[in-house]
């Protein structure tokens, strides 16, 4: 760790933005599992080797918020609607605790303006890339979502530009050519959300570095502010939002368990459209996870912004308040591709807001390391087999299909989805019921025991699918 200085922080800093990004933005489990296994086991190698800084009071409340989200996520498993998902979700937040971590470790070995570097230069890869495919389609395929590859969400990838436009201001003049690509694909994704965070990130900025028109800029945050309800007024946001309060509303204390609002989506919704996502991380964390889940991520979120402000970083201040914006109307806490950075910059705005600290003790942080590493790789291996059923499965190779299935609950007994592929794979009614078993929340599963049920057992298993979702059309 003593060696990690500004460039290699900077590089760390733009693997893991153009990493994740360019991996359909880290979205799925196989991405940010592996992402969980690498970083946890470079963190851990690091430690062994050079150990670390400890954190101050910021810092370790970032770090402490992280890792009680984590296990709150993890646990929810316990009253879930659909246990299953608990454990898959969970690795992402570790992911997020692991990547605070790591900066928090090097200390101030690696400045801010290093891990702005590195944001920056990530984020102006993945817009470049972004352009190329827009200029090759010529605005065709727009359905297919091809138009916002590498990272498969054009609202997601607006922001990270919009993260990058910001944090030019922390780096050298220079730096501004990149300005011209990001704000060019910002342009060209046209997301209204993502624009709305830029606006609030140079409000931010302005608030704190011109203190003569602090009074105009905060009519003009306030303005904004009032009329967010009517920009919104109409959208389908709002109806993810009110199902979203309605789940909370039916389990005030834990929530329904984390990765659960699709349950309660296609339960309620009146319009044929399909989501996983209440598209706002305080809403759907209030339903999931309940008001200590919310109470958590609000603290791993207001923290670095304090720090940032205390440590006379206004363009760290801005980008978080721009990220803070942009997800409380998107699911961008689900897209590690734009998280991470986030992530990176509040970790670099506690440590800089902390005087320097003594070194990290290594008979608490190997162990530490050591447990998210083993979790770490039974995620990813079990991801990683599910994804090779999956994809064996699409292809026709049944008796593969089951084969990795098979081999993904050795790792992960919990999967429902592990299960279900099996009884794609063999037409095996006991195979799905073994998924219902582990998940009686998951419509799919008691419609594909239907398909190859006959008599009552047919008919109970269409009433629970229509039940579970009323709009879906049915075998």
């Known amino acids: 760790m003593d060696r990690l200085g500004g460039p290699a922080g900077?590089?760390?800093?733009?693997?893991?933005?153009?990493?994740?990004?360019?991996?359909?933005?880290?979205?799925?489990?196989?991405?940010?599992d592996r992402a969980l296994l690498v970083l946890a086991g470079i963190a851990l190698a690091g430690v062994?080797?050079?150990?670390?800084?400890?954190?101050?009071?910021?810092?370790?409340?970032?770090?402490?918020?992280?890792?009680?989200?984590?296990?709150?996520?993890?646990?929810?498993?316990?009253?879930?609607?659909?246990?299953?998902?608990?454990?898959?979700?969970?690795?992402?937040?570790?992911?997020?605790?692991?990547?605070?971590?790591?900066?928090?470790?090097?200390?101030?070995?690696?400045s801010p303006a290093w891990i702005a570097g590195g944001v920056v230069g990530g984020a102006t890869?993945?817009?470049?890339?972004?352009?190329?495919?827009?200029?090759?389609?010529?605005?065709?395929?727009?359905?297919?979502?091809?138009?916002?590859?590498?990272?498969?969400?054009?609202?997601?990838?607006?922001?990270?530009?919009?993260?990058?436009?910001v944090l030019l201001l922390r780096l050298p003049r220079p730096a501004l050519v990149a300005a011209p690509v990001l704000a060019a694909d910002l342009a060209l994704q046209e997301s209204t959300g993502a624009l709305a965070a830029l606006a609030a990130a140079f409000l931010a900025y302005g608030l704190l570095t011109r203190p003569r028109l602090r009074r105009v800029l905060a009519a003009v945050a306030l303005a904004g502010v009032v009329a967010a309800p009517f920009a919104f007024a109409g959208h389908l946001r709002g109806r993810y939002w009110r199902a979203a309060l309605h789940e909370?509303?039916?389990?005030?204390?834990?929530?329904?368990?984390?990765?659960?609002?699709?349950?309660?989506?296609?339960?309620?919704?009146?319009?044929?459209?399909?989501?996983?996502?209440a598209h706002s991380v305080y809403l759907e964390t209030l339903a999931e996870l309940g008001p200590l889940g919310l109470a958590l991520l609000l603290a791993a979120l207001a923290v670095p912004l304090a720090a940032a402000v205390r440590a006379r970083e206004p363009a760290l201040a801005a980008a978080l308040v721009g990220y803070d914006v942009g997800a409380a109307v998107d699911f961008h806490w689900e897209l590690p591709g734009v998280t991470v950075p986030m992530l990176l910059v509040a970790a670099a705005a506690c440590v800089r807001a902390s005087p320097p600290q003594a070194p990290a003790r290594r008979t608490v942080m190997v162990p530490a390391f050591a447990v998210v590493t083993a979790c770490a790789l039974l995620a990813y291996a079990g991801a990683a087999r599910l994804a090779g059923a999956e994809d064996a499965l699409r292809v026709g190779d049944q008796a593969r299909a089951a084969a990795d299935a098979r081999a993904a609950l050795r790792v992960a007994p919990f999967s429902a989805d592990a299960w279900g592929?099996?009884?794609?794979?063999?037409?095996?009614a006991p195979a799905y019921r073994r998924a219902i078993a582990l998940d009686r929340n998951d419509w799919s599963l008691w419609l594909r025991l239907a398909n190859v049920s006959k008599g009552e057992p047919r008919r109970l298993a269409l009433r629970e699918a229509a039940r579970l979702n009323p709009l879906a059309s049915g075998p």
């Open 248 to 277: 909370s509303a039916a389990h005030p204390v834990g929530g329904s368990g984390a990765g659960t609002f699709a349950n309660w989506w296609l339960r309620e919704r009146q319009v044929p459209f399909s989501t996983r996502e």
């Open 10 to 32: 900077a590089g760390v800093a733009f693997a893991l933005t153009a990493g994740l990004a360019a991996d359909a933005g880290g979205y799925n489990a196989l991405s940010y």
């Open 125 to 165: 890869l993945v817009a470049a890339w972004n352009l190329v495919v827009l200029v090759q389609h010529h605005g065709r395929a727009q359905a297919s979502g091809v138009l916002a590859d590498p990272f498969g969400y054009a609202n997601g990838l607006a922001l990270l530009c919009a993260l990058g436009i």
């Open 421 to 428: 592929v099996i009884g794609d794979a063999e037409g095996s």
């Open 48 to 110: 062994l080797v050079a150990g670390g800084e400890r954190p101050g009071l910021f810092a370790a409340t970032l770090l402490g918020a992280l890792a009680l989200l984590t296990a709150w996520t993890a646990a929810s498993w316990l009253w879930s609607e659909s246990p299953p998902r608990a454990l898959v979700e969970a690795p992402r937040v570790a992911l997020y605790a692991v990547v605070a971590g790591v900066v928090v470790l090097a200390g101030r070995r690696v």
